[in-house]
């Protein structure tokens, strides 16, 4: 069964950085295409970024360009974003997923809250 479990979100106030972890179980992590996602208060989800499998191509949402990092370790089976820079637009539920940000089949973690704010 994928599981997917998600840290590191919090208070932090503009201008503030912040690391966020997603550790993966349950299925073959560096065949996977994996993506973060995000959901604003009120609003629906919104892609962030996606990272290959080999860890090597990484797509990101124009206003999070130059931002925010997505990593991947594949020896631990673990997704990285670093947010850097954070604006109050920022604050959000941030969910890893397996896939794209469209994928049927994809799966979530239960979420990470980061909230910004002076």
């Known amino acids: 069964e994928v599981h997917l479990v998600e840290s590191g979100g919090g208070p932090v106030q503009p201008g503030g950085s912040l690391r966020l972890s997603c550790a993966a179980s349950?299925?073959?992590?560096?065949?996977?295409?994996m993506t973060w996602v995000r959901q604003p208060p009120g609003k629906g989800l919104e892609w962030v970024a996606t990272?290959?499998?080999?860890?090597?191509?990484?797509f990101y949402e124009d206003s999070v360009k130059g931002r925010f990092t997505i990593s991947r370790d594949n020896a631990k089976d673990t997704l990285y974003l670093q947010l850097s820079s954070l604006k109050i637009e920022d604050t959000a539920m941030y969910y890893c997923?397996?896939?794209?940000?469209?994928?049927?089949?994809?799966?979530r973690g239960q979420g990470t809250q980061v909230t910004v704010s002076s």
């Open positions: 997923q397996t896939g794209w940000m469209n994928d049927p089949s994809a799966v």
């Open positions: 990272m290959l499998d080999g860890a090597e191509t990484s």
């Open positions: 349950g299925f073959t992590f560096d065949t996977y295409v």
